[in-house]
């Protein structure tokens, strides 16, 4: 149940009322950002709420038990706070998100009703939405460390060790925001760079990264595809560095760097199929794997 203010509760018991929604948006860089649906921007709590902005909100359903409130937020990309560079580049993932219901006629008489997380978070050329994750949204999060057969490290990590060195190269032809082919990376066999991290250095998207999908030669053109479209345009000359990646499996660990040693995973733990297969030798306590 919500503590009312009582100036507030005596304006709903009033049978007239003057409310409006306002969203506070607190991003991982610290930007604060403030939307209302009011038809006039409010100034609350030394925080100025745009007015116009798209904003709507679904039905909100909550339940006694730790299941995540369904509330998601959808809007336009109409104001210059929100545009889809920022949202293609992650600043408003885990964004912590309030929601409040507000006079506005007076701004002091509000109520917080709800306050979580911004959860996945989809997004269009002119629209977007978000879904909002409630407090207990972090119980349902696992913790502690999960056995597998592959490594839970970073690549490069405290854990990992391995010393990455960048590669510097330079974007040559493109074919859109995805794909491209690059110069400075020769030598390099094909597929050393899947899963790997691009950095920008300089053209539109300097500054952001995106994961490599495909590292591919063809005669001596190197080619690059990434997992998902840079938000600016990408043109020849483009600057970047670039770190192999690793796909966590103990033999590219074994191979590729030479890192065995401190291997995260798991590789020779049974699985299912042997805890389910019958006995076929004598149990004598060796390895099942001859090493």
Not at 87 to 98: T, V
Not at 157 to 171: E, Q, W
């Amino acid at each position: 149940m919500k503590s009312l203010q009582p100036a507030l509760a005596a304006h709903l018991a009033s049978g007239t009322t003057t409310l409006c929604w306002c969203w506070k948006i607190t991003r991982g860089d610290g930007a604060v950002l403030g939307f209302t649906d009011h038809d006039q921007p409010l100034s609350v709590a030394g925080i100025t709420f745009e007015a116009a902005t798209g904003f709507t909100a679904s039905e909100v359903q909550s339940g006694l038990d730790l299941s995540i409130d369904n509330l998601t937020v959808e809007g336009a990309l109409s104001s210059d706070s929100i545009n889809e560079a920022d949202l293609a580049a992650g600043l408003f993932d885990c964004a912590a998100i309030e929601i409040w219901r507000v006079n506005w006629a007076d701004a002091s008489q509000r109520v917080l009703m709800r306050k979580g997380t911004l959860g996945e978070v989809k997004r269009g050329k002119t629209g977007f939405s978000a879904e909002m994750r409630g407090l207990t949204a972090a119980l349902n999060q696992p913790v502690g460390r999960a056995f597998g057969h592959s490594c839970d490290a970073m690549l490069g990590d405290a854990r990992c060790k391995v010393a990455l060195t960048p590669i510097t190269g330079s974007v040559t032809t493109v074919t859109d925001t995805r794909r491209f082919s690059v110069s400075g990376l020769s030598g390099c066999a094909a597929g050393w760079f899947a899963e790997g991290v691009l950095h920008f250095t300089s053209g539109a998207n300097v500054g952001r990264s995106a994961l490599v999908k495909r590292h591919a030669l063809a005669g001596s053109a190197v080619t690059l595809e990434l997992w998902q479209a840079m938000s600016k345009p990408i043109a020849p000359s483009d600057a970047f560095t670039l770190t192999p990646g690793c796909d966590k499996q103990f033999a590219t660990c074994q191979t590729k760097f030479a890192n065995v040693v401190n291997f995260r995973g798991h590789p020779y733990m049974p699985g299912t199929a042997a805890a389910l297969a019958g006995v076929s030798k004598p149990l004598d306590g060796k390895s099942r794997y001859g090493h």
